[in-house]
């Protein structure tokens, strides 16, 4: 039994295993229809959400498996005071995996060491969020063809950006890979981060100018400052709005630029920008099924 708590528990072999599998099932989508025929996926979700938890439940139904759970904490005993390890010990009782989100960091990871079957990290607070840094990585290649010698730019919440937090870790093992990180001050990325990529060796520039980053981005990886992480109104208020991406500030990109948001959306994305072809944020989507599909595929061994 394996669990998934962390893009780095998988080797970069593994993560190209996985995006293999994927680009199969995209390809031949009949050959997998009855894998888990019999299996049943349970997501606990404690925190809201709507992309991660439903393209977890496609991607087990599309296998031929079935789905059981609750989509918040007051749909679940939480309500009544039980323990993240009593809930987890009871729903492995009833499934052969489970998709797990939490507010807390490290909920998935007591959640695991508790519980009798696969456990996925499905985002645990500001810390890791593995299957979207996969759908990432997914998107990557097929818009991009491979993850080196690309230069990366991440733009908005780097603080408690649980997606920016594992995308970078994901890319950090790939050559000739440089990182702008673009933020107000309030949130950069948090030192442990800069901390291991100056250990590493790895390039990196912090700058708060979005169109001075611009013109050489490869990918651009946009994300919503997120209000459920701060704790003063007033400083949420004040820092929402600080990148908006539109047409204008696009005009200096290049042409193959992919815009990446790992979603929702609130307004740090124009609409106009929707209609771009270089806008991937909802090939993001549909690419984090198809990888959720293969990642239940290897934690369970399904052949």
Known sequence: MRSLLDI????????????????????????????????KLATLFFEPST?????????????????????????????????VSDTV??????????AMRHPKEGAPMIASMRCDVPIINAGDGGHNHPTQ????????QREKGHFDNLVVGMCGDLKFGRTVHSL???LSRYENVKFVLISPDELKVPEYIIDELNKEGIPYVETTSLEDAMPELDILYMTRVQQERFFNEADYIRLK????LNMDKLASAKSDLCIMHPLPRVNEISVAVDDDPRACYFKQVLNGKYIRMALILKLLEVA
């Open 8 to 39: 780095v528990d998988l080797t970069v072999e593994e993560i190209n295993e996985l995006i293999a599998t994927a680009n199969d099932i995209i390809a031949n989508p009949d050959k997998y229809a009855e894998k888990c025929k019999r299996k």
């Open 51 to 83: 992309r991660t938890r439903l393209s977890f439940e496609a991607a087990m139904l599309e296998l031929g498996g079935s789905v059981l759970g609750f989509s918040a904490a007051n749909n679940s005993s939480a309500a009544k005071g039980e323990s």
């Open 89 to 98: 010990r009871t729903v492995g009782c009833y499934a052969d995996i489970i």
């Open 133 to 140: 840094t996969l759908a990432d990585l997914l998107t990557i």
């Open 168 to 170: 970078i870790h994901a």
């Open 241 to 244: 709005d600080s990148y908006i």
